[in-house]
């Protein structure tokens, strides 16, 4: 896909109700203020821990607050094909808000290779889908392919090993997966692997080498250069914000 088709913008929103949609799936993630929104028909807020997701051709209307200020990602649908069976509205863990706020950073920085911000956003929705994709419908050959990464992603895994728990060969499992998910296995598994860690460097005493290993890196400069195409920074700037 082409990385730019994607966008990552700090939108502020006038205190007039305005209408529209648009051909791309759209996250509003709140910063400051609150946008008043209706998705084809549903209405709700993005404020402090809630935030909307629109999907591609859904009619809306808004209007904000005086002073406002929203994190939005503009989605192509091929990058996130099921994002549409999430609820138009949800709340915000801590996980999902700290990560807001990681991404809000990197936009403000000017943090915007096309490959970074790709990373940045898939692990966006991946973390979306996580928390409120009870109501996603895989394929079961897909769910098995996808449960076996989860529960193995600190080992080292061949797409071989993958395949056979789903029963498909591995072309059939990279179409499948890739149609369902939004990312091939082989991509699919970086990213659980880079949120851990991301999230082990921040919340734990390890180092980065043991970073590396709990996340089925041996090589700490292959993980390292993994980890900086994916967040834009080396595993040793998230050391020193979380000391």
């Known amino acids: 896909m082409k990385h730019s088709d994607m966008g990552l913008h700090i939108r502020t929103y006038d205190d007039e109700v305005k209408h529209h949609s648009h051909d791309h799936h759209q996250l509003v993630l709140p910063l ?3 946008l008043f929104l209706s ?13 909307a997701i629109i999907p591609s051709g859904s009619g809306h209307g808004f209007v904000a607050t005086a002073d406002n200020q929203f994190l ?6 091929r990058l996130a094909p099921s994002i549409d069976k999430l609820p138009c509205f949800v709340e915000l863990g801590s996980a999902l808000r700290h990560y807001v706020q990681f991404l809000h950073a990197q936009v403000t920085s000017g943090v915007g290779a096309d490959a970074t911000q790709h ?3 898939l692990l966006l929705i991946q973390l979306l889908q996580e928390c409120h994709g009870s109501q996603l419908q895989l394929d079961r050959r897909v769910h ?3 449960q076996f990464l989860d529960d193995h992603f600190h080992q080292p895994i061949s797409m071989v090993e993958v395949a056979s728990v789903a029963h498909l060969s591995i072309r059939q499992l990279n179409d499948l997966f890739r149609h369902q998910v939004g990312v091939t296995p082989h991509q699919y598994l970086t990213d659980v692997r880079m949120k851990e860690a991301w999230r082990l460097l921040e919340q734990s005493g390890l180092s980065v080498q043991r970073v590396a290993d709990a996340v089925g890196y ?16 080396p595993p040793s700037h998230f ?3 979380s000391t």
Not at 39 to 51: K, L, M, N
Not at 72 to 77: A, C, F, M, R
């Open 144 to 146: 098995a392919a996808q």
């Open 218 to 233: 041996s090589s700490l400069s292959a993980f390292s250069n993994r980890f900086r195409r994916h967040f834009g920074k």
């Open 72 to 77: 939005v990602v503009d989605l192509p649908e």
């Open 32 to 34: 400051v203020g609150t």
């Open 39 to 51: 998705v084809d028909a549903r209405a709700g807020e993005v404020a402090q821990h809630r935030a």
């Open 239 to 241: 050391r020193r914000l």
């Open 119 to 121: 990373h940045m956003l």
